[in-house]
């Protein structure tokens, strides 16, 4: 009998191949002279068979950076290189790397199989290598009885598993995927993540994934690079990022945090006339400090007496309480009338109202001082 794991493994023709190693280095992209660079001196390198996942708000510079990687867009300045070759100029066909879009892309005159095939016809494979490496390929995507199929005649979801099997068909080292499941439901969107995370598992290519969800940037990444404004302010993977957020912006992009603004005095940190203990990570650089907590980090008390000695703490009051299951979510508003949250397992405090004052306290070593 055939282990579940069997129905996915397909015969290969061709071995895979390794994953490409893609270094970007001060690369920049003006579009005007007048309008500020879409894409500011980045510096990336991409490892072999690695998922990295460029994150950041609409307009960050994510798809110029990608289209710049794939050869759709010139560099005005920097350096792109595949396996230590510079591929700066090289025309989009000779890097020979696929891509995946929002849109699908799909023409929508051919059959889902004429759609795989075309790479393929554009590369001058045989025609009995392009119908294998296409039988192949729907099997990977679990598309097997859908090769006569036109791409209206099949779901969203289907369609974009179409342009995966196009993006792959001709081995690539490198895939690109430019927000791949933004045009799809919640629920096939998750179906879909793991489609592509599978697929990552068995190509062992490179991917560089484009998104702005940032639960999607954190459940499939080896590292994300987060973007603002054309830069990248912060390389790491998701734990990393998420335990060691080096500046406000990426502990409000990446999960939720409690970001408190006050100032580093001596040894310590003032926040509202209250002495705190510092503890935990600190990022390197000067500028405005704050500390950010975690909301899994954050207690509530309902007392000063109450709260563990050697703890941290500031008032606030609970405006809002919602049970997940397996846990409530407090929102807080704090004395500066910042806006924050707490995680707290189900059965650690009694239910609290909307209006309760608190104490939130945690301890220090769980805290991140940011640099700016
Ligand atoms: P993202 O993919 O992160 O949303 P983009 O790379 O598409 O960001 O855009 C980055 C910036 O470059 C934006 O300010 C956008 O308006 C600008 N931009 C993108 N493409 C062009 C273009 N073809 N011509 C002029 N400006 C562009
Ligand atoms: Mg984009």
Redesign the pocket.
């Known amino acids: 009998m055939r282990s579940p794991t069997d129905q996915r493994t397909v015969p290969r023709t061709t071995a895979p191949r390794a994953g490409g190693r893609v270094e970007l280095v001060d690369l920049c992209k003006r ?1 005007g002279a007048a309008e500020p660079p ?1 894409v500011d001196h980045v510096t990336l390198d991409i490892q072999p068979g690695e998922f990295i996942t460029l994150l ?1 708000p ?7 950076t990608l289209n710049m990687i794939v050869g759709f867009t010139e560099p005005t300045s920097g350096r792109i290189a595949l396996n230590g070759r510079d591929i700066s100029r090289t025309p989009a066909h000779k890097r020979n790397f696929g891509m995946v879009f929002q849109n699908y892309a799909l023409f929508p005159h051919l059959t889902v199989a004429q759609n795989v095939a075309f790479p393929l016809r554009e590369r001058k494979v045989p025609a009995a290598e392009t119908a294998r490496l296409v039988g192949e390929t729907l099997r990977l995507v679990d598309l097997d009885g859908m090769a006569d199929r036109r791409p209206h005649e099949l779901s969203g979801g289907q369609q974009q598993r179409v342009a995966l099997a196009r993006a792959v068909v001709f081995s690539p080292s490198v895939l690109l995927l430019d927000e791949p499941l933004s045009a799809l439901d919640r629920k096939l969107r998750q179906s879909l993540q793991r489609e592509i995370k599978r697929l990552h598992n068995e190509l062992g290519l490179t991917f560089v994934f484009v998104t702005h969800d940032q639960d999607e940037a954190m459940t499939l990444s080896d590292r994300i690079a987060i ?1 603002n404004r054309g830069r990248i302010v912060a390389v790491g993977t998701p734990a990393e990022l998420y335990h060691r957020p080096t500046t406000q912006f990426v502990a409000r992009f990446l999960g939720e945090s409690n970001v408190f603004a006050g100032r580093r005095v001596g040894d310590g940190y003032e926040w509202r006339g209250r002495k705190w203990t510092l503890g935990g990570p600190t990022a390197a650089g000067a500028g405005e400090r704050a500390v950010v907590v975690r909301p899994e980090r954050l207690n509530v008390a309902f007392d000063e007496e109450s709260v563990p000695a050697g703890s941290n703490t500031a008032p606030a009051t609970v405006t809002d309480v919602s049970f997940y299951g397996t846990y409530y979510r407090l929102e807080l508003a704090f004395a500066d009338d910042s806006v924050g949250c707490a995680v707290l397992p189900v059965g650690a405090p009694a239910a609290v109202d909307p209006g309760t004052p608190v104490v939130a306290h945690w301890r220090p070593e769980n805290q991140v001082l940011v640099a700016e």
């Open positions: 579009y879409a950041g609409s307009g960050s510079g994510k798809t110029t973007f």
